[in-house]
């Protein structure tokens, strides 16, 4: 077993695809299957299963891949201590719902610890996707939510899936809205203030179902509702259109402006936000590190 066939592994995971991986490693498709193949030989399992749509980890590749992360993160440390070797790309990818406060963190951690080179992914996506690139190593982490609604069905789905949840924290449920809208001022609001306005949410595709929304209160039917894809937009709709989305109420004014505020919503329901892994997985330093940063952006915060 060699170094640079663990550091294969872990590109060709990062890519999702053998073909990107040659490519970004400089070497050919065949070369970097030939050398996945005879590690498996060697250590007598299968890292990835391959089928005519792809390739995914198998589960004893994600067990593998958790050490492997290791070996080569403490391999650099050595070889930069006694050769004064120049730090490799740093690698680190989450998915995440659409928090604010996940974007910061991230931010927070490239500034501190990006270095001169490093290759980093965030994903903010829809709560399914979320469960299967954890799943599948696409990312090391994922950041949801639960609540009294979802929580049954969430935790039987992540444990089905083999993902641990690790709480962040609990929320009281807030309101985002326009800085300029009637309800800006108020102390608090209910659901019942909010009936005339356009309710904001994030779609979910083809698994819409109620227990994978992002917004807790999805159950509750609304006169004027409108689905949008990222936080950009659903933010200046939120400006234009005087509408609301339901969230943990972390604003982020370094990165969201002064032009969204946020407004407690008086529903007695709690949300916990924290962050999903796969069991079979040992966290990499670059997300130890992200983690650290994104306890201190919620202390902050909250």
């Known amino acids: 077993m060699k170094l640079q066939q663990l550091k294969y592994v872990i590109e060709i995971v990062m890519c999702g695809s053998i073909n990107e991986a040659a490519r970004r490693l400089y070497i050919s498709q065949p ?26 980890l198998s589960s004893d590749g994600a067990e593998f891949l958790g050490y492997a ?5 403490q391999a650099e440390l050595l070889e930069r201590r006694y050769f004064n070797t120049a730090p490799s790309e740093q690698l680190f990818s989450i998915s995440t719902q659409h928090y604010a406060f996940a974007v910061n963190a991230f931010v927070e951690m490239i500034k501190k610890y990006g270095g001169d080179k490093y290759q980093f992914t965030i ?11 954890v799943k599948n190593l696409r990312s090391e982490i994922g950041i949801l939510y639960i609540s009294s609604f979802n929580e049954k069905v969430m935790i039987q789905l992540l444990k089905e899936e083999g993902l641990d949840f690790h709480e962040l924290f609990k929320a009281e449920p807030h309101i ?30 083809e698994y819409n179902s109620f227990y994978y929304s992002e917004e807790i209160f999805s159950t509750i039917p ?8 990222d936080r950009a937009t659903l933010f200046n709709l939120l400006i234009g259109l005087n509408g609301y989305t339901i969230s943990t109420g972390i604003l982020s004014e370094d990165l969201n402006g002064s032009d969204i505020v946020s407004v407690p919503l ?16 040992q966290l990499s330093r670059m997300t130890k590190l992200y983690l650290e940063e994104l306890k201190q952006i919620i202390d902050v915060y909250r």
């Open 69 to 73: 992360r290791q070996v080569v993160e």
């Open 222 to 229: 609304s006169k004027k509702s409108i689905q949008v894809s």
């Open 123 to 133: 994903r903010e996506t829809r709560t399914y996707e979320i469960i299967e690139d």
């Open 176 to 205: 985002f809205v326009s800085s300029k809208n009637p309800l800006a001022n108020k102390t608090s609001v209910t659901l019942e203030d909010l009936e005339d306005y356009p309710r904001l949410s994030f779609e979910q595709g």
């Open 31 to 56: 070369s970097l299957s030939k050398a996945v193949k005879e590690l498996e030989k060697e250590l007598g399992i299968t890292i990835f299963t391959r089928t005519s749509t792809g390739i995914t």
């Open 266 to 281: 008086d529903e007695g329901e709690i949300i916990t936000v924290g962050w999903v892994v796969n069991k079979k997985t």
